[in-house]
């Protein structure tokens, strides 16, 4: 790699945790309540952008229908849902190596923050962050991933040149690109190589020793 990072920018779901079943039960649970039946193939789709999104996007949800979607939704994501995921293999050993290598950590998720942090310290893993950084519980104050980014270079102290976003959606290269960063899309979480591609990532790893490769050698 030509050019030497100092900060890493990791997106969540589809990237750290494979949180499909939880997400999927959770929005299949909200969606029932509304009298819509769903594939749980289907409700994938929600990992990624905010929920609000996802409810007026794809089910043609108004403002308050949604913020009524995401209330339910947490009904059964905060009881069971959050855990209803494991993380991908080789993370630990990635984040470990990131910070033996001097690297800072910053966790950039649209997952609430609250939620985001209760994960990370229920894998053991909040000790490789330097800051975990997500949308507010009110999808509102700081819901998308734009959002998301500025607060976590806010917090962080991290500068666009030095730092590198991985995530495995168009949103987590989307807004690299807005803010100035070169970014790894990652091909075992929920976006193809063919969207990560189309939306201009910078590097493409398809492995956490591929990640690893790129930032270390």
């Known amino acids: 790699m030509a050019k030497k990072y100092n900060t890493v920018f990791f997106d969540l779901d589809g990237t750290i945790i494979d949180s499909g079943e939880g997400v999927s039960n959770s929005v299949l649970y909200a969606l029932e309540k509304f ?9 994938l789709k ?22 009524q979607g995401i209330e339910i939704y947490r009904e059964y994501y ?20 990131l910070k033996k290598n001097g690297y800072k950590v910053v966790l950039c998720t649209s997952k609430p923050e609250k939620y985001a942090q209760q994960i990370l310290n229920h894998f053991g893993i909040m000790k490789y962050f330097d800051h975990a950084c997500g949308a507010t519980m009110d999808e509102k104050t700081r ?63 398809g492995s956490c020793n591929e990640i690893k490769e790129l930032l270390i050698g």
């Open 46 to 67: 929600f990992i990624g952008p905010p929920l609000a999104h996802s409810f007026k996007q794809f089910y043609g949800f108004s403002d308050e229908k949604a913020t």
């Open 78 to 97: 905060r009881e069971k849902g959050i855990f209803e995921c494991y993380i991908y293999q080789g993370i630990e050993e990635l984040l470990c190596a």
């Open 35 to 43: 009298g819509i039946k769903e594939t749980k193939e289907n409700a």
């Open 143 to 205: 819901a998308t991933k734009d959002d998301v980014m500025k607060y976590a270079f806010k917090v962080s102290g991290a500068k666009p040149d030095s730092t590198i976003m991985i995530g495995d959606r168009m949103f987590d290269i989307n807004s690299a690109n807005k803010f100035g960063l070169d970014s790894i899309g990652v091909t075992f979480g929920y976006g193809s190589q063919e969207e990560l591609k189309t939306a201009g990532a910078t590097y493409i790893a």
